[in-house]
């Protein structure tokens, strides 16, 4: 999907940090989508989760956590 065709569906390719930067989808060590992040705000972000939820894809959890 190209930037116009971004804008037009309402979505922004830039992150929401207001950097100006263009995002990416950041997702766990099992694929499950995260936040979004760009270059500026991407170690700050990351900080708020597990290091063995971005590593390890058997980390311990407390809710199911449905296989697609």
């Excluded at 499950?32 to 063995?52: E, P």
């Amino acid at each position: 999907m190209t930037d116009a065709e971004k804008k037009e569906a309402g979505l922004s390719p830039y992150c929401g940090c207001r950097s100006g930067l263009y995002r990416e989808a950041q997702h766990d060590a099992r694929g499950i989508f995260l936040t979004f992040t760009c270059a500026k705000c991407h170690r700050d972000r990351m900080r708020g989760f597990r290091s063995d939820v971005l590593t390890n894809a058997r980390y311990w959890h407390d809710e199911p956590i449905d296989e697609d």
